[in-house]
């Protein structure tokens, strides 16, 4: 059993409870968080621990791993203090917001001993699993281009100012524009393209404030980019194309094109999203059906249908709870494999360089680096090398 320790009770924090049973061998310990009316409300809603004050937290013997829930700018200053006090910990994106403060942590982690992971956890799903899978087997051959999308769709238009979580946390829509969409939410595209492809060696980017006006209480505030897209080489030869936005229509897919054929995931934040497969000169009966239609007609449906055949793949027992909406994402896995690494004593994939690779990743993507050469990398073997 491995106790752990949240710091942050906002928004995101009741994703995580909601998921916390699905993973028997975690148990919470407690929680802190410097708005003591949010601590309160979040505490009694789930019958949760206060500490008193984050010292306490950090030097309660009995917990091993801290789980950072706070905002981005918190990050590295809570991330550190943690690992000084000699505490594992896992942190929501991104592990600091500067490269340089995020490899200190890193450097820190390791000279400790102690294990430093980052979230997202929608690559240790279901859907990953088997889309691995696929590469492994030579189901597309050997991939070559990839597309991921993180467009989220015009969240501003929507009524944002009264969303709430389980336990009552406003969403914090004024926060997340400023800090910007690619901060918030390409890590979950990233964390796909890293886990199967492995570390970037360059990146061309582009960001930009689209959309000025958020709606009330956000005109006069100064807002990070709703927009960007990147273009990725990486290491192992596969090129991929990255965008994140919150004006363009939701797309959170991931297309994997091949020498044999291609693979489309049709959300990246479901644990069992369905998967499509097609051969190159393979088409489904109702797509032959729809192509003679459309030429028979002269002109283009106004629809789109998802190339290729689902792809089955088994339930595992137990696949749990997840959040209804709007990310099926199993929240607290990432801690759930991090807790089993330390007790195997190995590395978790998520954790160390890889994560300090997705943070500068991220934070290049957010500036809208034209031609970054990246500074950082690691070891990776992936199984699709030989097919």
Same mark, same amino acid.
Not at 131 to 137: C, D, G, K, P
């Given at each position: 059993?491995?106790?752990?320790?949240?710091?942050?009770?906002?928004?995101?924090? @009741?994703?995580?409870?909601?998921?916390? +049973? =699905?993973?028997?061998?975690?148990?919470?310990?407690?929680?802190? @968080?410097? =708005?003591?009316?949010?601590?309160?409300?979040?505490?009694?809603?789930?019958?949760?621990?206060?500490?008193?004050?984050?010292?306490?937290?950090?030097?309660?013997?009995? #917990?091993?791993?801290? *789980?950072?829930?706070?905002?981005?700018?918190?990050?590295?200053?809570? =991330?550190?203090?943690?690992?000084?006090?000699?505490?594992?910990?896992?942190?929501?994106?991104?592990?600091?917001?500067?490269?340089?403060?995020?490899?200190?942590?890193?450097?820190?982690?390791?000279?400790?001993?102690?294990?430093?992971?980052?979230?997202?956890?929608?690559?240790?799903?279901?859907?990953?699993?088997?889309?691995?899978?696929?590469?492994?087997?030579? %189901?597309?051959?050997?991939?070559?281009?990839?597309?991921?999308?993180?467009?989220?769709?015009?969240?501003?238009?929507?009524?944002?100012?009264?969303?709430?979580?389980?336990?009552?946390?406003?969403?914090?829509? *004024?926060?997340?524009?400023?800090?910007?969409? #690619?901060?918030? $939410?390409? !890590?979950?595209?990233?964390?796909?393209?890293?886990?199967?492809?492995?570390?970037?060696?360059?990146?061309? /980017? &582009? /960001?930009?404030?689209?959309?000025?006006?958020?709606?009330?209480?956000?005109?006069?505030?100064?807002?990070? +980019?709703?927009?960007?897209?990147?273009?990725?080489?990486?290491?192992?030869?596969?090129?991929?194309?990255?965008?994140?936005?919150?004006?363009?229509?939701?797309?959170?897919?991931?297309?994997?094109?091949?020498?044999? !054929?291609?693979? *489309?995931?049709?959300?990246?934040?479901?644990?069992?999203?369905?998967? $499509?497969? /097609?051969?190159?000169?393979?088409?489904?009966?109702?797509?032959?059906?729809?192509?003679?239609?459309? $030429?028979?007609?002269?002109?283009?449906?106004?629809?789109?249908?998802?190339?290729?055949?689902?792809?089955?793949?088994?339930?595992?027992?137990?696949?749990?709870?997840?959040? =209804?909406? +709007?990310?099926?994402?199993?929240?607290?896995?990432?801690?759930?494999?991090?807790?089993?690494?330390?007790?195997?004593?190995?590395?978790?994939?998520?954790?160390?360089? *890889?994560?300090? $690779?997705?943070?500068?990743?991220?934070?290049?993507?957010?500036?809208?680096?034209? @031609?970054? %050469?990246?500074?950082?990398?690691?070891? &990776?073997?992936? /199984?699709?090398?030989?097919?």
């Amino acid at each position: 059993m491995t106790k752990i320790a949240f710091v942050g009770t906002g928004f995101v924090a @009741d994703y995580y409870m909601t998921t916390l +049973p =699905n993973h028997p061998g975690l148990t919470l310990a407690g929680a802190w @968080d410097g =708005n003591l009316d949010r601590l309160g409300q979040f505490c009694d809603f789930h019958d949760v621990q206060q500490y008193g004050d984050l010292s306490k937290l950090l030097a309660d013997p009995d #917990t091993s791993i801290i *789980v950072n829930l706070t905002t981005p700018e918190s990050h590295y200053a809570i =991330n550190k203090s943690a690992l000084q006090a000699g505490k594992h910990v896992y942190c929501e994106k991104p592990l600091a917001m500067r490269r340089e403060q995020a490899e200190e942590l890193v450097d820190l982690a390791e000279t400790k001993g102690l294990t430093l992971c980052a979230a997202p956890a929608n690559a240790l799903s279901d859907a990953f699993e088997a889309v691995s899978n696929h590469l492994a087997t030579d %189901t597309i051959g050997r991939p070559r281009l990839v597309y991921a999308e993180m467009e989220d769709g015009p969240v501003f238009r929507a009524n944002w100012q009264d969303w709430k979580s389980r336990s009552g946390a406003p969403w914090p829509g *004024v926060h997340e524009f400023e800090v910007g969409c #690619t901060l918030e $939410h390409a !890590g979950y595209g990233l964390s796909w393209l890293v886990g199967l492809f492995g570390p970037v060696k360059h990146l061309t /980017s &582009f /960001s930009a404030l689209a959309f000025p006006d958020k709606g009330p209480g956000t005109q006069d505030l100064k807002l990070a +980019p709703d927009f960007s897209v990147g273009c990725l080489t990486f290491e192992s030869g596969v090129i991929a194309r990255i965008t994140c936005g919150l004006a363009a229509p939701r797309d959170r897919s991931f297309s994997a094109m091949g020498d044999k !054929g291609t693979l *489309v995931l049709r959300d990246l934040w479901d644990n069992r999203s369905p998967i $499509h497969v /097609s051969a190159d000169d393979d088409r489904t009966f109702i797509q032959k059906v729809v192509n003679q239609i459309e $030429h028979r007609l002269g002109r283009t449906l106004p629809f789109r249908l998802t190339a290729g055949r689902v792809a089955p793949y088994a339930r595992p027992a137990g696949s749990g709870q997840l959040p =209804n909406y +709007p990310s099926k994402i199993d929240f607290a896995r990432g801690i759930a494999e991090q807790a089993r690494a330390i007790g195997e004593d190995r590395k978790p994939f998520f954790s160390g360089r *890889v994560s300090l $690779h997705l943070t500068e990743l991220a934070l290049a993507l957010s500036a809208g680096e034209h @031609d970054y %050469t990246m500074k950082t990398s690691f070891d &990776f073997n992936p /199984s699709w090398t030989d097919a």
